[in-house]
């Protein structure tokens, strides 16, 4: 399971950081483990591994400070496994091979900032219809820390607005990145009748708080705007993501969350803005 390493590896921390994360199995469950799947049996059967694999495996990440093993219930105790914040830290390792894995293997290579419907991509987004956020799922805004659902929400995200930050050479050029002032402007527009509806709205993006604090009052945005800086609501999701100007963008997409968590509708790919913003309110309003 574990390699030694040879003396020549000793002071390289891509040896090292391999040794404790390196092997299949262990990548997999901190897949899971970001996507909100503790436990044991849960794991077992998401992955189709041996009881054996699975029990040494889980050791190794415990040993290693990237799960905690904390009791969930007792008589008899039972124990789940939790990421720690050095787990958490491989959200953007996770990212960054499914990054690679959609443009190069999946995909064709060319840089974009949408999918074909049917895509593997769009039949990933698809299939969260059914399944929860994993709790809690707070992000940073302007305003601090801020949890993405808060009842009946709408949670939208967006590469990039060009606002304070001017955008990456070449960004016109990538399909589908442009709209994200447009989209923030159609939810602006509409926040009055999400709000009388009982229906919260969230946009995410990768960006800084302190830049999106500078949009949104620019552009008198009445919603949390949500920094996904470190990925980890991107890994939970294992949202499509682009790479562009140095930095990992959100692909614009929409989910509908009901008060429970669970995703009830998924809007992606985003080919016309306005009428997805109109199609994520008639679903919201009937969980409302």
Same mark, same amino acid.
């Given at each position: 399971?574990?390699?030694?390493?040879?003396?020549?590896?000793?002071?390289?921390?891509?040896?090292?950081?391999?040794?404790?994360?390196?092997?299949?199995?262990?990548?997999?469950?901190?897949?899971?483990?970001?996507?909100?799947?503790?436990?044991?049996?849960?794991l077992l059967g998401e992955l189709g591994i041996s009881r054996k694999v699975l029990t040494e495996r889980l050791r190794h990440l415990v040993e290693h400070? =990237? +799960?905690?093993?904390? /009791?969930?219930?007792?008589? %008899?105790?039972?124990?789940?496994?939790?990421?720690? !914040? *050095?787990?958490? &830290?491989?959200?953007?390792?996770?990212?960054?091979?499914?990054?690679?894995?959609?443009?190069?293997?999946?995909?064709?290579?060319?840089?974009?900032?949408?999918?074909?419907?049917?895509?593997?991509?769009?039949?990933?987004?698809?299939?969260?219809?059914?399944t929860p956020i994993p709790a809690p799922m707070r992000l940073e805004s302007a305003n601090g820390p801020v949890e993405v659902v808060d009842g009946p929400? =709408? +949670?939208?995200?967006? /590469?990039?607005?060009?606002? %304070?930050?001017?955008?990456?050479?070449?960004?016109? !050029? *990538?399909?589908? &990145?442009?709209?994200?002032?447009?989209?923030?402007?159609?939810?602006?527009?509409?926040?009055?009748?999400?709000?009388?509806?009982?229906?919260?709205?969230?946009?995410?993006?990768?960006?800084?708080?302190?830049?999106?604090?500078?949009?949104?009052?620019?552009?008198?945005?009445?919603?949390?705007?949500?920094?996904?800086?470190?990925?980890?609501?991107?890994?939970?999701?294992?949202?499509?993501?682009?790479?562009?100007?140095?930095?990992?963008?959100?692909?614009?997409?929409?989910?509908?969350?009901?008060?429970?968590? *669970?995703?009830?509708?998924?809007?992606?790919?985003?080919?016309?803005?306005?009428?997805?913003?109109?199609?994520?309110?008639?679903?919201?309003?009937?969980?409302?």
């Open positions: 399971m574990t390699r030694e390493l040879r003396e020549q590896d000793v002071q390289c921390s891509i040896a090292q950081a391999a040794s404790v994360v390196g092997d299949w199995w262990s990548l997999l469950i901190v897949r899971e483990a970001a996507r909100g799947r503790l436990r044991f049996e849960e400070g =990237v +799960l905690e093993r904390r /009791p969930y219930q007792s008589g %008899p105790v039972r124990h789940e496994y939790a990421l720690t !914040d *050095v787990g958490w &830290a491989l959200a953007p390792v996770l990212i960054a091979m499914q990054d690679w894995g959609d443009r190069w293997l999946a995909g064709d290579g060319i840089l974009t900032g949408v999918a074909t419907p049917g895509s593997p991509e769009a039949r990933r987004v698809h299939a969260l219809v059914g929400t =709408v +949670l939208f995200t967006y /590469p990039a607005t060009g606002v %304070p930050s001017p955008l990456p050479p070449g960004w016109s !050029d *990538v399909p589908g &990145a442009l709209g994200c002032t447009l989209e923030n402007r159609l939810f602006k527009g509409m926040a009055p009748t999400f709000a009388a509806d009982g229906i919260a709205v969230r946009g995410v993006s990768t960006q800084r708080p302190d830049e999106q604090a500078v949009f949104a009052e620019m552009e008198e945005i009445p919603f949390p705007l949500l920094s996904d800086t470190e990925l980890r609501l991107a890994a939970a999701l294992r949202l499509p993501t682009f790479r562009s100007g140095q930095v990992v963008r959100l692909k614009r997409l929409i989910l509908v969350v009901d008060a429970l968590r *669970v995703i009830r509708h998924a809007i992606f790919p985003v080919l016309d803005i306005p009428a997805a913003v109109t199609e994520a309110h008639e679903h919201a309003r009937t969980l409302s």
